[in-house]
């Protein structure tokens, strides 16, 4: 007889989520990540890139300055360039807003925003700084700014929901709901969002991605046990698409930012960010993820090329990709 | 198949003679059918009732070692689908792939390089461990060139009986894996296995053929192998390490009930690529994964994967107790305590890294917790960090002022601490590791 895989049955499915003005369908998916000898996957993982609101200046990873130069600290044309380098959305980040760096308030943050709605056409997420207060001053003003947009906006924590939820609701746009790597503690933040009155496909799951390296492996498996819960237990309080904010977790760590010659035996300093990059991509889409915000331009063809591959099966065409030099050791 | 307690209870002796530790048989049973038991602490079981419950214990994917020393890689051993079932256990081996076409010198060269892609963290030395040997007539030569120039394990590659004979030769006492067993070769294979006492990897053509080379090594004499179902793109060699798994874990079935080896390298030559292929499969279940090269861009993250994904959820990862020095601190440097949870240490001793503040670091043993969880479950107490600080951690040698940092979410325990600690300034820092930079730049020690 002929072999068989062993399948699973399944009740629920993750919600089909239109983002933007654009309706960029995340989610539906009825089986575990990639498994589609038992379910379908109607839509792929979409991927983003995070710009910031201000130029980040000296601290900034330099294979990041590099690949943005001359668009850096304008917030529309790095948006523009995001969309060239062919992300699906783009991730504002209202970097300057933070009360340790530049403490700037509503009326910045809806200037960023109104330079990137500007700049492109496709779904916009408008993030703050993870400041309870803060994020509360600028997204509660964007969203009612930029009223029927349909912007994303987050991070919506169990602080502050009612304020930016309540304005989120208000004014038409989606919600990203990050709670502490727990499947509970998310469960219960969409609870209190639902209970709000934000519909269920207005919500994204955020379960607060750590690095690769970094505690990542939290964060898969709350990730995998969100999906089961979605699709195996069918419990709809859980079946929002789950977002993941890798890039900036990559960039940020030391090894990331060793220069190659600084430490040989790590390989080319852009390479090493890009790969690290992109094996986080792919271990959380492995986990279920249906949108990765990224930072490195070469990650997202790499990934997106992986997730054609993944999907649609074939062989892999080697043309084009990057090519990765072997980096001598004394 | 694996039997349930009351199964096993049938075949002890029930005698409940407690010899085994366990009050009663019944007892036993139970602890053997979840696994926290071994039969042979049951010195009475009969002989057949043995045979009986040795075969049903036998775990469900066989685990194999391949390769020698630092660098041998068990293969297999596994029992759940989802690492917060229980845990992985045996992480993905990493191997580069080396054609014997090369010359010696070439090779020797290239395995130099690779011996240093090794990284200490969290107490452990990440590396890749192996190494595969591919070709014909230069097998014995060119594996003896890699044993002889670094420490890797290997693998051979070749369907030349003769010279697949000859390495493993070669490689007495180093357990290289050989292979490929296909439905040509598998008798020629395994009498080379059997007589150099060496595992087998076997190449099928599909899943089907899996069942049928494992069968015929079996019963040529080879049970330990190691299985590439001879997927050649991406989103197959995903498939069929997941109906690997399933087969054998779900379904029981015997005949799939091995480790896995990955060729990424045969995918696609893009190194970049193979990196995407590997962490997939890597997250997915391979025993082994083989690349065309290695370089620290490439080995580098899919060994921070490996580390994240075959962590025991159960049992967090910990930093060893102790005192850590961060941007050269002097005798009046600031000192900071937090806990041993990995992550804690990580995330503070990055962030004090960045803000270049010469500090002193205290790391103090909180059984893996993070601040939070420690201070509530009473492992970060006030007098026990005081003790810690004053006595065991040794940093009253290193300082000339008398001022330590705690973390701000275990602000409770200063009190106690200043109790513990006559004469010393207990200063709360941030809650979140994030602010500390702007923290130590406004501190001063007193």
């Known amino acids: ?330 | 198949m694996a039997l349930t307690g009351i199964q096993i209870f049938k075949l002890l002796p029930g005698t409940n003679c407690k010899k085994c530790g366990s009050p009663t048989c019944l007892a036993f049973a139970m602890n053997l059918a979840s696994g926290k038991a071994e039969l042979d602490a049951c010195s009475d079981v009969s002989p057949e009732s043995r045979e009986k419950l040795s075969a049903a214990s036998a775990p469900p994917i066989r685990p194999v070692v391949v390769g020698y020393g630092d660098t041998a890689v068990k293969v297999g051993g596994e029992t759940v689908q989802y690492r917060h079932e229980k845990t992985f256990f045996n992480p993905t081996g990493i191997a580069a792939l080396i054609e014997d076409s090369r010359d010696d010198a070439d090779i020797a060269a290239t395995v130099k390089r690779f011996q240093k892609y090794q990284y200490l963290r969290v107490g452990l030395n990440l590396r890749p461990e192996l190494v595969v040997v591919k070709g014909g007539p230069r097998l014995a030569a060119a594996a003896k060139a890699v044993v002889d120039n670094s420490d890797l394990s290997v693998i051979l590659y070749s369907e030349d009986i003769a010279a697949l004979k000859a390495a493993a030769e070669a490689l007495a006492g180093k357990n290289p894996l050989i292979g490929p067993a296909t439905a040509a070769n598998y008798k020629d294979v395994a009498a080379v296995a059997v007589a150099a006492k060496v595992p087998v990897w076997l190449k099928a053509k599909d899943m089907d053929e899996v069942a049928v080379l494992t069968k015929g090594l079996n019963e040529a004499g080879v049970k330990d192998l190691v299985v590439d179902t001879g997927a050649r793109t991406p989103k197959k060699a995903f498939e069929d390490s997941v109906a690997m798994r399933r087969a054998a874990l779900v379904g029981q079935n015997r005949d799939y009930g091995y480790g896995t080896i990955a060729f990424p390298a045969e995918i696609t030559k893009n190194l970049a690529m193979q990196v995407a292929v590997a962490a997939n499969l890597i997250a997915k279940y391979a025993g082994i994964v083989v690349l065309s090269d290695f370089d620290g861009a490439v080995v580098f993250p899919l060994l921070l994967q490996r580390l994240n994904i075959f962590t025991d959820p159960q049992r967090p990862m910990t930093q060893t107790e102790g005192i850590y020095p961060i941007n050269e601190p002097n005798d009046s440097s600031p000192v900071l305590v937090t806990t041993n949870f990995s992550l804690t240490y990580f995330i503070v001793s990055g962030e004090v890294e960045a803000s270049r503040v010469p500090c002193w670091l205290l790391i103090k043993d909180s059984e893996g917790l993070s601040v939070l969880t420690a201070w509530a479950a009473g492992k970060f107490s006030g007098d026990d960090v005081g003790q810690f600080v004053l006595k065991r951690s040794g940093i009253v040698d290193k300082i000339k002022h008398k001022s330590v940092i705690i973390p701000g979410y275990a602000a409770a325990i200063s009190g106690d601490m200043e109790e513990e600690l006559p004469g010393w300034k207990v200063a709360i820092g941030p809650r979140e590791a994030a602010h500390l930079t702007k923290f130590l730049k406004e501190f001063t020690v007193s």
């Not at chain 1, 629920?12 to 498994?35: D, R, S, W």
């Not at chain 1, 709605?117 to 993030?127: E, G, Q, R």
């Not at chain 1, 390296?213 to 046990?225: A, F, P």
């Open chain 1, 1 to 330: 007889m002929a072999f068989q895989i062993n399948t699973v049955k399944y009740s629920g499915k993750i919600n089909v989520t239109p983002v933007g003005a654009q309706k960029i369908n995340l989610g539906g998916q009825t089986a575990f990540p990639f498994y589609d000898f038992e379910g379908t996957f109607p839509n792929k993982p979409k991927l983003a890139i995070q710009i910031w609101d201000m130029d980040p200046g000296e601290g900034f990873s330099v294979p990041l300055a590099k690949a943005f130069e001359g668009v850096l600290g304008d917030p529309g044309a790095w948006a523009k360039k995001a969309v060239e380098y062919g992300a699906d959305i783009v991730c504002l980040t209202l970097k300057s807003s933070d009360p340790n760096d530049q403490n700037t308030g509503a009326a910045e943050a809806i200037a960023a925003t109104q330079k990137v709605l500007d700049a492109v056409d496709v779904p916009v997420i408008v993030f703050g700084v993870d400041n309870k207060d803060k994020d509360v001053e600028t997204l509660s003003a964007v969203c009612e700014k930029f009223a029927g947009k349909n912007l994303i906006v987050g991070p919506v924590t169990d602080k502050n929901y009612k304020q930016i939820g309540a304005q989120a609701l208000a004014y038409g746009h989606a919600v990203i709901a990050r709670s502490p790597i727990d499947v509970n503690l998310a469960k219960q933040l969409n609870i209190l969002l639902m209970d709000l009155g934000t519909k269920p496909e207005n919500i994204l799951i955020d379960p607060n991605t750590g690095g690769l390296g970094y505690g990542m492996e939290y964060c898969y498996s709350v990730m995998e046990r969100l999906q089961a819960a979605a699709l195996l237990q069918a419990d709809d309080k859980l079946q929002q698409p789950i977002i993941n904010m890798l890039g900036e977790e990559i960039w940020k760590t030391k090894e990331a930012n060793q220069p190659t010659a600084a430490v040989p035996t790590l390989g080319d300093q852009t390479c090493r960010g890009v790969l690290m990059e992109v094996t986080e991509a792919v271990s959380l889409m492995a986990a279920g993820t249906s949108l990765l915000v990224l930072s490195h331009p070469a990650s997202l063809k790499l990934v997106r090329e992986y997730i054609d591959l993944w999907t649609d099966g074939g062989p892999v065409k080697d043309d084009g990709l990057p090519e990765v030099p072997i980096t001598p050791i004394n």
